[in-house]
Structures are given as C-alpha cells and as structure tokens.
C-alpha cells in the first residue's frame, strides 16, 4: 500500500463487502480452507509436528516453541467468543490484500472486491486483523533485521477509519471492542 489514503479505501471497500453480506446466512457457506482460522486446530497440529520431529529440527527452535506454548489460552479466545455468541459469524473475505479490490484509477477508491475463492464463515475480527497484519507493518513480512519492522499507526488509522466508514454500522459492539 502506497499510502494511507489507498489504504482506507481499502479500509472502505472491505467494510462495504462485509456490510453488503450483513445477514446472509454465513453457515450456509462452503468452508473453501477447511480450519483456516482454527487457531486450537492449529496448535494441535504443531504440537504433533513437534512430537514428531520428522527433520530433527524442534531442538533448533525451542525458544519459539516456549514462546507459543505460553500462550496455548489465546488460541482459543477467539473460538470460545464465537461459540458463545459474543462475536457472530459472518461472511468472510479471508484475503484482505490490496489486490483483491478494483481500484478506479482516477479517484483510487475501491469499485468492488475480486477473488472470491476464499469467501467462507468466519469473523470480522479475522478479516480487520489480515489487512492490518499485511499492511501496517513497516518492513518486509520475512524481512530478518527486525529494526525495519513497526507498526504504522498511520497506516492503521487510515484503514479502521475506511473500514469502519461502511461496516460500523452493522457490527455488534463486542466486534467493535475486538478490532484492537
């Protein structure tokens, strides 16, 4: 993203995607990525890979490994509020990039989201939280020198502010309370 103009009109036309679907029964959906957001699915996972240790490899990353399992709880907040209603299903994007708008070349807002393939259940919060992991990060995301990397809080400005713009509106206050 070039700036944070261009990012709060991303901001804008993944807020009106979701607004525009407000409703829809999101569990009559396809899951394209069986567990994309299945954080518990996932840990479970990477706890087998490192029962396992096919290439031998665990022992080299045992601080990384410390530092998830510390954490084994959060896995499931975001699981446990959609299970008990605090947050609702809705029809997700799942690839809130730049690239998946129709930018008009002479405003530069956003004409409509594309790529549609990975359109399925899941929560606002997931979708909010790719835009801004993507694009509020000011190095290279495999970048190795970590003194590039920071969060913009520009950058997340602009995109809440877009977002927001169109989708506030619809969402239930619990959503509203997770977005930061």
């Known amino acids: 993203v070039e700036s944070p103009e261009l990012f709060a009109a991303s901001g804008r036309a993944f807020g009106k995607f979701q607004r525009m679907l407000d409703g829809y029964p999101a569990e009559t959906l396809f899951e394209t990525i069986p567990n994309f957001h299945n954080t518990e699915d996932r840990l479970a996972k990477l ?40 947050l609702p299903l809705r029809v997700t994007h799942n690839d809130t990039k730049l690239n998946n708008i129709l930018i008009d070349r002479d405003t530069h807002e956003g004409i409509c989201v594309i790529h549609l393939a990975t359109t399925m259940p899941g929560l606002s919060i997931h979708d ?31 995109y809440a502010e877009g977002y927001l713009h169109e989708q506030k509106a619809s969402m239930v206050q619990s959503e509203l309370d997770w977005l930061a």
Do not use: H, P, W
Request: glycine fraction near 6%; charge should be negative; aromatic fraction near 6%.
């Open 47 to 86: 706890k087998d890979a490192i029962e396992k240790d096919v290439m031998g490899r665990a022992k080299d990353c045992q601080a990384e490994i410390d530092f998830v399992m510390a954490r084994q709880a959060d896995c499931s907040v975001a699981l446990d509020a959609l299970r008990s209603g605090i």
């Open 128 to 158: 909010f939280g790719d835009a801004i992991r993507s694009y509020t990060n000011t190095g290279a995301e495999d970048d190795r020198n970590l003194d590039n990397v920071e969060m913009s809080m520009d950058m997340f400005k602009a």
